[in-house]
Nanobody
Framework: QVQLVESGGGLVQPGGSLKLSCATS????????VHWFRKAPGKGREWVSC???????????VKGRFTISRDSARNPEAKSTVFLEMHNLQPEDTAIYYC?????????????????????WGQGTQVTVVS
């Protein structure tokens, strides 16, 4: 069973930084790419970034400010984590951030995807950027 648990959100001022975590299993990361989405008030879910064993990809709106990475747990039964490090945050980055997985394999390149295609989602973590 695939489980995703986000953490690390919070309240920051413009220009600030946060590091989000998406806890899952090493097995999940071996099989699937992991994606980050965000949902701002009154808007639909927006694709943000993804990571697979082939590499990473970013939305233009966050390129150069956000970095996605994963830890290096070796045991397939161990917990593993995907991180989204966010710098120079702006008010337009305010949203609930979700990690999702289940449709793109870990060994292929990943990129923007329709959020309706994903089977597995975390509960989300709130990021608020205010002066």
């Amino acid at each position: 069973q695939v489980q995703l648990v986000e953490s690390g959100g919070g309240l920051v001022q413009p220009g600030g930084s946060l590091k989000l975590s998406c806890a899952t299993s090493r097995f999940t990361l071996d099989v699937y790419a992991v994606h980050w989405f965000r949902k701002a008030p009154g808007k639909g879910r927006e694709w943000v970034s993804c990571i697979s064993s082939s590499g990473t990809n970013y939305a233009d709106s966050v390129k150069g400010r956000f970095t996605i990475s994963r830890d290096s747990a070796r045991n397939p039964e161990a917990k593993s984590t995907v991180f989204l490090e966010m710098h120079n945050l702006q008010p337009e980055d305010t949203a609930i951030y979700y990690c999702a997985t289940g449709i793109t394999t870990a060994v292929t390149d990943c990129g923007p995807e329709d959020p309706n295609m994903f089977d597995y989602w975390g509960q989300g973590t709130q990021v608020t950027v205010v002066s």
